[in-house]
């Protein structure tokens, strides 16, 4: 589990857990910490024009989904932010599932 800059837990694979609505609420709220600067992109020519329009924004880019994973690509992370508060941008804040990646491509869990 990682933690942001004011110290809350990120949780991840936590779906079966019985305080997993507890989890769920923390991780929204620090999700909604990020959306100002995170834009989400369709190609590599969109994310070259998005980071010279936003050079201080994290661009990614969803590469393909079927039922069981999502897979994302970051373009750009000027804010140095750790893999797991990336992924908890790709899943737009849930990770209930689980994760895996690094900071250029992730990989999120369906179900």
């Known amino acids: 589990m990682n933690t942001t800059l004011d110290n809350q837990p990120i949780w991840s694979r936590y779906a079966y857990d019985v305080d997993r609505d507890i989890k769920f609420q923390q ?12 834009d989400r992109v369709y190609s590599s020519i969109d994310a070259e024009n998005t980071i010279r329009e936003h050079p201080d924004h994290t661009v990614i880019s969803i590469l393909g989904s079927d039922s069981d994973l999502t897979k994302y690509r970051i373009f750009h992370n000027p804010q140095n932010l750790t893999v797991e508060q990336l992924a908890l941008i790709c899943d737009r804040g849930d990770l209930r599932f689980g994760y895996h990646g690094d900071t250029e491509y992730i990989t999120i869990r369906n179900n």
């Open 27 to 38: 991780n929204q709220l620090i999700y909604k910490q990020y959306t100002d600067t995170v």
